[in-house]
């Protein structure tokens, strides 16, 4: 009767579904061990399924005892598979309702909540293919403004005016640059002739123009006291123009 109705709740669903079916007894000693071997069983052989419903009808608390039961318990709660309880009607309460991945109250209740009808999920698909084509023609879109803008760019309308731009931009830095490599030269000249004036200020030559003159002894070393020559050493005497020799008679 339970098994009918999970069906029928699926065929009015029109769900595309595939259903694996494993008969246990759901009362009685035997249930406490088949359930568990059942659960471990699907584990073991049908890891792809979406969701295993353990489960029964209504019936006394005696009825239901073996879903109390601390074996089948321990099966839930290790499932790898999610698991819905749904044992009995909805004021039924048993200890696999709290192992259990999600309870429901029944088990046509419990055969909804896993599905979803062949409407909702072609809606479904129609809702992705409109966000699809939208996000197909948003690129689109924008890439044909990339496009458009790039067609009328200069550079594929006038590519001349960037040769000549570029041109005229060289020229500039042409310009600029004479223009500082003058500056520099007229600031460097002016430095140059600023420490040839000092240069001349502090020359010996320039002592000799004004009338002086300057005296070597024989080591060609300047002469600068008379106390440094004895008589009849030979020296030399440099004048703003030409030399001479000549031969200390006496020192003073």
Same mark, same amino acid.
């Given at each position: 009767?339970?098994?009918?109705?999970?069906?029928?709740?699926?065929?009015?669903?029109?769900?595309?579904?595939?259903?694996?079916?494993?008969?246990?007894?759901?009362?009685?000693?035997?249930?406490?061990?088949?359930?568990?071997?059942?659960?471990?069983?699907?584990?073991?052989?049908?890891?792809?399924?979406?969701?295993?419903?353990?489960?029964?009808?209504?019936?006394?608390?005696?009825?239901?005892?073996?879903?109390?039961?601390?074996?089948?318990?321990?099966?839930?709660?290790?499932?790898?598979?999610?698991?819905?309880?749904?044992?009995?009607?909805?004021?039924?309460?048993?200890?696999?309702?709290?192992?259990?991945?999600?309870?429901?109250?029944?088990?046509?209740?419990?055969?909804?909540?896993?599905?979803?009808? +062949?409407?909702? %999920?072609?809606?479904?698909?129609?809702?992705?293919?409109?966000?699809?084509?939208?996000?197909?023609?948003?690129?689109?879109?924008? +890439?044909?403004?990339?496009?458009?803008?790039?067609?009328?760019?200069?550079?594929?309308?006038?590519?001349?005016?960037?040769?000549?731009?570029?041109?005229?931009?060289?020229?500039?830095?042409?310009? +600029?640059?004479? #223009?500082?490599?003058?500056?520099?030269?007229?600031?460097?000249?002016?430095?140059?002739?600023?420490?040839?004036?000092?240069?001349? %200020?502090?020359?010996?030559?320039?002592?000799? #123009?004004?009338?002086?003159?300057?005296?070597?002894?024989?080591?060609?070393?300047?002469?600068?006291?008379?106390?440094?020559?004895?008589?009849?050493?030979?020296?030399?005497?440099?004048?703003?123009?030409?030399?001479?020799?000549?031969?200390? #008679?006496?020192?003073?």
């Amino acid at each position: 009767m339970v098994l009918r109705d999970i069906l029928k709740v699926i065929d009015s669903l029109n769900a595309n579904v595939e259903i694996l079916i494993c008969p246990v007894r759901v009362q009685g000693k035997e249930a406490e061990k088949e359930i568990p071997q059942a659960i471990e069983y699907l584990n073991s052989r049908h890891k792809d399924l979406d969701v295993l419903l353990v489960g029964r009808g209504g019936g006394s608390a005696e009825d239901l005892w073996a879903f109390n039961t601390e074996s089948v318990a321990r099966a839930i709660f290790a499932s790898e598979i999610p698991v819905v309880s749904c044992v009995g009607h909805e004021v039924d309460f048993t200890i696999t309702d709290f192992v259990a991945d999600m309870r429901a109250p029944t088990p046509s209740v419990a055969a909804k909540m896993g599905l979803r009808s +062949r409407n909702d %999920i072609k809606k479904r698909v129609e809702l992705l293919r409109e966000s699809l084509s939208g996000a197909i023609n948003f690129i689109l879109d924008n +890439r044909g403004a990339e496009l458009d803008s790039l067609i009328s760019s200069r550079a594929l309308t006038k590519p001349y005016l960037i040769y000549e731009d570029k041109i005229s931009y060289l020229d500039e830095l042409d310009s +600029r640059l004479l #223009k500082s490599i003058g500056r520099l030269f007229e600031s460097k000249s002016e430095n140059l002739e600023n420490v040839s004036r000092r240069l001349d %200020i502090v020359s010996p030559l320039s002592v000799l #123009k004004r009338g002086f003159s300057i005296c070597f002894d024989s080591s060609n070393e300047i002469i600068k006291d008379s106390k440094n020559v004895n008589d009849g050493d030979d020296i030399s005497i440099k004048f703003a123009s030409g030399s001479l020799n000549a031969q200390v #008679k006496s020192c003073e």
